[in-house]
């Protein structure tokens, strides 16, 4: 059973960087594609980046240039590089894994606050 641990998340001012972690487990990561969403009050669940099984990356265009997402097969842990940070970033951020078949699976979310 696929499980999503997020982690790494916290408050930040403006022009700062975070790097948040999302630990699976339960299944082969290898064959995963991995995916990093937002919700902020009142705003729908965004996908903010994502990462196929073979690396390739895209991402929204509110964060391109300024986020970068990575993973790592040895550890079953997927990244998300956050530069340049803006207010308008402050969301929880949810890992998501998609199974071959399509199922997704999510994280509990970890929040994170852009704020001077």
């Known amino acids: 059973q696929v499980q999503l641990v997020e982690s790494g998340g916290g408050l930040v001012q403006p022009g700062g960087s975070l790097r948040l972690s999302c630990e699976f487990s339960g299944s082969i990561f290898s064959i995963y594609n991995m995916g990093w969403y937002r919700q902020a009050p009142g705003k729908q669940r965004e996908l903010v980046a994502s990462?196929?099984?073979?690396?390739?990356?895209n991402y929204a265009d509110s964060v391109k240039g300024r986020f970068t997402i990575s993973r790592d097969n040895a550890k079953n842990t997927v990244y998300l590089q956050m530069n340049s940070l803006k207010p308008e970033d402050t969301a929880v951020y949810y890992c998501?894994?998609?199974?071959?078949?399509?199922?997704?699976?999510w994280g509990q979310g970890t929040q994170v606050t852009v704020s001077s």
């Open positions: 998501k894994a998609g199974s071959p078949i399509r199922i997704g699976y």
């Open positions: 990462i196929t099984t073979v690396g390739s990356t």
